[in-house]
């Protein structure tokens, strides 16, 4: 079992920067992919980024050039660094953790999930 812990969601203006950190616990997380999610209202949870056992990552093309995703296994937390926010970006974002080490695009491959942490851009 994993146990995962988002942090650093708020409220941002348009243009600015957050940066999102998800702790995980439990099972050896180093050997999982883990990735970033988000869920806005009456829309479908989507991919955001994605990062391999390895290091290699993924992104959804809507957040290309503007979201950084990198992890820390000595402190077993993936962060999503968030640049030039809009406000189309405003969602929960969760965090998840994929047993296998290899990324993968969408929700239903992922194991364990967080909370989530809410990111409100203003325009």
């Known amino acids: 079992q994993v146990q995962l812990v988002e942090s650093g969601g708020g409220l941002v203006q348009a243009g600015g920067s957050l940066r999102l950190s998800c702790a995980a616990s439990?099972?050896?997380?180093?050997?999982?992919?883990m990735g970033w999610f988000r869920q806005a209202p009456g829309k479908e949870r989507e991919t955001v980024a994605a990062?391999?056992?390895?290091?290699?990552?993924l992104y959804a093309d809507s957040v290309k050039g503007r979201f950084t995703i990198s992890r820390d296994n000595a402190k077993n937390t993936v962060y999503l660094q968030m640049n030039s926010l809009k406000p189309e970006d405003t969602a929960v974002y969760y965090c998840?953790?994929?047993?296998?080490?290899?990324?993968?695009?969408?929700?239903?491959?992922?194991?364990?999930w967080g909370q989530g942490t809410q990111v409100t851009v203003s325009s």
């Open positions: 439990g099972r050896t997380s180093s050997n999982f992919a």
């Open positions: 998840a953790a994929r047993s296998s080490g290899s990324v993968r695009y969408g929700p239903s491959r992922y194991d364990y």
């Open positions: 990062i391999s056992s390895s290091g290699a990552t």
